[in-house]
């Protein structure tokens, strides 16, 4: 089975949950930037979690299926429509041989997911299909989606197929779909949940206190590998040396410039600058959604805090799981 990139917007990538192992070597680990909407896609359709699908940034994707085809989309309203029809989000739909799906333009949240049943067939580098666009590795070819590129799709397992059936023999998609209100958050306002970074402490009073008493805007300076931040200065007591050391999704970073960057799916292995907090491993999917200008209010938490949140979070993802499969075979 196969679909035809028409236009490939402004950017998307094939990406699964991530390359890990092999940051030691200082390969990246990538994968999607809203984990959450990308594995429930790849449930919605039957597939394993870590599946490849397709990430699409904000706006311009159009693709021509060459086949019928089951497929969820998820994440961010970027507007998705079939054959100029407003197309079904979070739920599985049937799009048949012959059918476009446009982009067209942002609603809500920055970036939205595709998965087909079956997943993408596109060779795992270093184990993942994820696309690392600096080193041109991984997805197709390294490299973004280009214009005449045709996406390669798997057979589908059995549970898929039972799916694939129903909603044909239905005639319509299914008429449900999944609540991810408790999952992410859409809105350009929000406020992000932060542990202390390692050098937490030797920030002064002022910049301490800012950094969960103040307002931060996400600037035009935002992709896949950080997000740069505006707001009040934030200033060491004294100038120290500091040497590189790993850093993962989320670590707050602050430059001599003091306007903090939010490292993202992208980020590098290891970074120097020191780290005033860590954005929270539940909050991140909500962060990747942002659009610039949108407006932060970061939120001190416990690291107890943090891992509830996060066991949360994994709970309402098994729900989703499980509720799926019982409305499906029952």
């Given at each position: ?47 394993k ?21 089951l ?10 429509v ?5 197309a ?37 580098v ?24 045709i ?110 960057i ?56 098994e ?7 019982y409305?499906?075979?029952?």
């Amino acid at each position: 089975m196969t679909v035809r990139v028409l236009h490939p917007g402004l950017l998307t990538t094939i990406q699964d949950l991530g390359r890990y192992g092999f940051q030691k070597y200082g390969v990246i680990v990538s994968g999607a930037m809203d984990q959450y909407s990308f594995r429930a896609a790849n449930l919605l359709v039957g597939n394993k979690e870590n599946e490849g699908a397709l990430e699409i940034t904000l706006l311009g994707t159009s693709l021509l299926f060459e086949q019928d085809m089951l497929i969820a989309i998820t994440g961010g309203d970027l507007f998705a429509v079939i054959d100029d029809k407003k197309a079904a989000m979070w739920r599985p739909i049937l799009v048949r041989k012959g059918s476009i799906l446009q982009f067209k333009s942002p609603l809500k949240g920055c970036r939205a997911y595709v998965a087909f049943a079956g997943g993408i067939a596109v060779p795992e580098v270093m184990g993942s299909k994820s696309t690392y666009l600096r080193a041109g590795i991984g997805g197709l070819k390294g490299r973004a989606l280009q214009k005449e590129d045709i996406i390669e799709v798997n057979k589908t397992n059995e549970f898929s197929q039972s799916l694939f059936h129903k909603l044909n023999d239905l005639g319509s998609d299914i008429n449900w779909s999944v609540n991810y209100n408790n999952l992410i958050n859409f809105q350009q306002t929000q406020t992000i949940r932060v542990i202390r970074g390692t050098e937490f402490d030797r920030f002064d009073q002022n910049s301490k206190r800012s950094l969960f008493n103040e307002p931060f805007k996400l600037t035009t300076q935002a992709d896949r590998m950080g997000y740069h931040m505006k707001g009040p200065i934030l200033s060491l007591t004294e100038e120290f040396q500091l040497l590189s050391e790993g850093v993962t999704h989320g670590t707050i970073q602050v430059p001599p410039s003091g306007n903090p960057i939010i490292l993202m799916a992208d980020r590098q292995t290891t970074g120097g600058y020191p780290k005033i907090g860590q954005i929270i491993s539940a909050d991140l999917p909500s962060m990747a959604q942002l659009q610039p200008t949108a407006t932060i209010h970061f939120k001190e938490v416990s690291h107890e805090e943090a891992e509830n949140e996060l066991l949360k979070k994994e709970r309402i993802l098994e729900e989703i799981k499980v509720g799926f499969r019982y409305k499906i075979l029952y």
